[in-house]
């Protein structure tokens, strides 16, 4: 999978991908991330990438031509299965959806700033708007950076053990059960019972009743069976 990104922050995004899994995935060669400076784009004078709005207010948005520029350069190289916004009012991001994308070839992410963008990129480009919660970032590098690894770790072969990602939280509309390791006695706090015991059918039972405990306690909205 290849993951480009543009935004007018790159050094933001230097550290999220170099380590751990992200890390291993690129090594594998599963995955490809490409960080670009809208900067290097834009046709005006000293990097401008942003103007005032029209019809007055507080706040800059980002002019329509760095922004169409960069992505019809990119798109001279490749063909992106999705062209992605990165916006507060976009569409909730969540496993389904990391799913999903998981599953694409080539993804292009654009960082907003700001006030925004000039709503006719989103018009014109953007095939998809995810928001990573309800809550107002500086810039979407950080959700950017959320998505990837969200994302990243999905691709087959990212992680060692294939089944991992599949007994995460939220994989099948549960949140994952407690995990414990050694040592089994710690200050008299004590491992149950059921996982030492070695019966992997009560332990997989117990995992169960104890994820859809922990859902129905903290996530009454997933509706846990
Ligand atoms: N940019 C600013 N806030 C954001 C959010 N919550 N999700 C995605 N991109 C954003």
Redesign the pocket.
């Known amino acids: 999978m290849q993951i480009d990104i543009i935004t007018v922050l790159p050094e933001l995004l230097e550290s999220p991908f170099s380590h751990s899994i992200l890390k291993r995935a690129k090594q594998r060669e599963l995955l490809d991330i490409h960080v670009y400076n809208l900067r290097d784009y834009t046709p005006y004078k000293h990097g401008q990438v942003d103007d005032y709005q029209f019809g007055g207010g507080a706040g800059m948005v980002m002019m329509p031509e760095p922004l169409a520029i960069a992505i019809e350069k990119l798109q001279e190289k490749i063909k992106y299965d999705e062209i992605i916004f990165?916006?507060?009012d976009?569409e909730t991001?969540n496993q389904p959806i990391a799913n999903q994308l998981s599953m694409k070839q080539n993804l292009l992410l654009i960082?907003?700033h700001y006030k925004g963008i000039d709503e006719r990129i989103r018009e014109h480009f953007i095939t998809r708007e995810?928001?990573?919660?309800?809550?107002?970032?500086?810039?979407?590098e950080l959700?950017a950076a959320v998505l990837v690894d969200a994302v990243g770790r999905l691709i087959p072969g990212v992680l060692n053990d294939e089944t991992s990602a599949l007994s995460d939280s939220f994989q099948d509309n549960l949140l994952a059960p407690p995990v414990y390791t050694r040592p089994a006695d710690f200050r008299g706090w004590k491992v149950p019972d059921i996982l030492l015991g070695g019966n992997p059918t009560l332990i997989d039972e117990w995992r169960h009743e104890q994820s859809v405990k922990r859902t129905q306690e903290r996530r009454p909205d997933m509706k846990a069976e």
């Open positions: 990165l916006t507060p976009g991001f960082c907003g995810i928001s990573i919660g309800d809550y107002v970032l500086s810039g979407g959700a």
